[in-house]
């Protein structure tokens, strides 16, 4: 079932994953929607598919070179060479900098860095060999630092780095490479965040819109239309940025 265009997004099963890949199966794409586990992606295909799109769902641990690399043999094999990449895949293990574990230091840097590396690694032979390609990296906020964040914020600042090393090499091959940074959006992730320090998600909510300008906290649909543009064909001289999608400035 090979497809004019496939793209491949991480940690798709929910969240801010699900929607671009909804977004991205809107615009014409077929996605490989892939997750560490396989039938965890089940909602988000069945959704892509009674919308009228095209999907498969794909298990993978991103963080380990085997697994990606069958990942992406059987998605080109199955369903199409991807010459779309939305590197989104990421955990959280918040912790002061004093009680944070080697553990949980090296948990989240796997997932999002070296996730990244593999993944990107992997696809790009397919880009390369189509003289086209897009990627896009999942940076954050906590980029320029957030408390209890060490880990989190040395992964997504890492991203940006990554992001733009990637434009500089695979520019010359019709690939860009560019950066989402989300600011605060409604997930389970954030949910999650709310219920570590003992707030109700509502106000935890509350105290966020009222620090951002628009007055809201973000959506997982405002980084998919943001995805949606940056691998459409109208994005080819956009590379190597990082668009912050918060709501406002940051710096």
């Given at each position: 079932m090979a497809q004019t265009k496939t793209a491949i997004v991480?940690?798709?099963?929910?969240?801010?994953?699900?929607?671009?890949?909804?977004?991205?199966?809107?615009?014409?794409?077929?996605?490989?929607?892939?997750?560490?586990d396989e039938a965890a992606t089940a909602v988000t295909v069945d959704a892509i598919v009674d919308a009228g799109g095209t999907a498969i769902g794909i298990g993978?641990?991103?963080?380990?070179?085997?697994?990606?690399?069958?990942?992406?043999?059987?998605?080109?094999?199955?369903?199409?060479?991807?010459?779309?990449?939305v590197n989104n895949a990421?955990?959280?293990?918040?912790?002061?900098?004093?009680?944070?574990?080697v553990t949980d230091w090296d948990a989240v840097l796997g997932v999002h860095l070296r996730g990244a590396?593999?993944?990107?690694?992997?696809?790009?032979?397919?880009m390369v060999e189509a003289k086209y390609g897009r990627i896009v990296n999942?940076?954050?906020?906590?980029?320029l630092g957030n408390r209890g964040q060490a880990n989190y914020s040395a992964a997504k600042a890492?991203?940006?780095g990554f992001?733009?090393?990637?434009?500089?090499?695979?520019?010359?091959?019709?690939i860009t490479a560019n950066a989402i940074a989300p600011g605060f959006i409604e997930t389970e992730m954030t949910a999650a965040t709310a219920e570590r320090v003992g707030a109700s998600?509502?106000?935890?909510?509350?105290?966020?819109?009222?620090?951002?300008?628009?007055?809201?906290?973000?959506?997982p649909a405002d980084i998919a239309h943001t995805a949606s543009f940056l691998v459409s064909e109208g994005a080819g001289f956009v590379s190597g940025q990082v668009i912050y999608v918060a709501g406002g400035p940051k710096d």
């Open positions: 991480t940690g798709a099963a929910r969240g801010i994953g699900a929607e671009v890949a909804k977004r991205l199966a809107a615009d014409g794409f077929g996605v490989a929607v892939l997750d560490l993978a641990n991103v963080a380990d070179e085997e697994s990606v690399a069958e990942a992406v043999e059987r998605i080109a094999t199955e369903f199409g060479a991807p010459t779309v990449l990421g955990i959280t293990r918040d912790n002061l900098l004093f009680k944070m574990s590396f593999l993944m990107t690694r992997a696809t790009q032979k397919h999942l940076s954050s906020t906590s980029a890492g991203m940006q992001t733009k090393t990637l434009a500089i090499e695979l520019g010359r091959y019709g998600f509502e106000d935890f909510k509350a105290i966020a819109a009222a620090a951002i300008p628009v007055g809201r906290v973000g959506q």
